[in-house]
């Protein structure tokens, strides 16, 4: 903020000003419905109670947006944490003089040839490219801008006279068309 001014927090009007944008956030994170909701409403709590810790410096949605990022981080930190000691368990010697050096035979290898990499590379963004070309015209533009040119929400919002909600949904829609292109044009051959 150039006149110096700091951020505030506002508790009160935080469900009807960010929630459907959160949950927006956590939704094409989780891909759960229900635990996305949950993990809004643990970044409320988690705000309401670390409201002490905010300084200011940032506004209040991107404090919110830091908080809830927190919690899916260890959202997935705690559903592979029991399978992550596992791996590394088998993948390191745990005792002798050797103890925490990797296991020969699980040793990660080089990928190889990177000429055929380049290539698959290539064949992968050029589908890419094509599904997104396939894309409904809205849907291209607000899926380009969002996410490839990292315009922010308003930005995109104000230009194309559209509601945050909306360019969520069409974000949405726009990911699931392309896994479905992708899985006909990429996966299946």
């Known amino acids: ?3 110096g001014a700091k951020h505030t927090l506002d508790p009160t009007k935080w469900v ?27 970044t ?5 109670k670390g409201q002490e810790n905010f300084r200011g410096q940032a506004a209040e949605r991107t404090w919110l947006i830091s908080i809830l990022k927190r919690k899916i981080i260890d959202h997935y930190r705690k559903i592979n944490s ?24 699980r040793v990660p290898q080089s990928w190889g040839n990177d000429a055929e990499k380049n290539i698959e590379n ?5 589908a890419l490219d094509n599904c997104i070309d396939n894309l409904p015209e809205k849907y291209r533009i607000v899926f380009l801008l969002k996410t490839v040119q990292k315009y922010e929400t308003e930005e995109i919002c ?6 945050p909600s909306n360019l969520w949904v069409i974000i949405h829609r726009a990911r699931v068309q ?3 292109c992708m899985e ?3 996966f299946k051959h």
Not at 86 to 103: D, L, P, Q, T
């Open 82 to 105: 029991a399978k992550g000691k596992k791996e590394v368990r088998m993948n390191f010697y745990e005792a002798g003089e050797k103890k925490g050096r990797w296991i020969e035979e």
């Open 122 to 126: 290539s064949e992968l963004k050029n």
């Open 158 to 163: 104000k230009e194309l006279d559209i509601t």
């Open 184 to 186: 006909q044009k990429w």
């Open 44 to 48: 409320f709590l988690s705000g309401i």
């Open 16 to 42: 009807d000003l960010y929630a459907d944008y959160l949950f927006n956030y956590a939704i094409t994170r989780i891909d759960d419905q229900e635990l996305a909701k949950d993990l809004v409403q643990e």
């Open 178 to 180: 392309l896994r479905n």
């Open 1 to 3: 903020m150039s006149d």
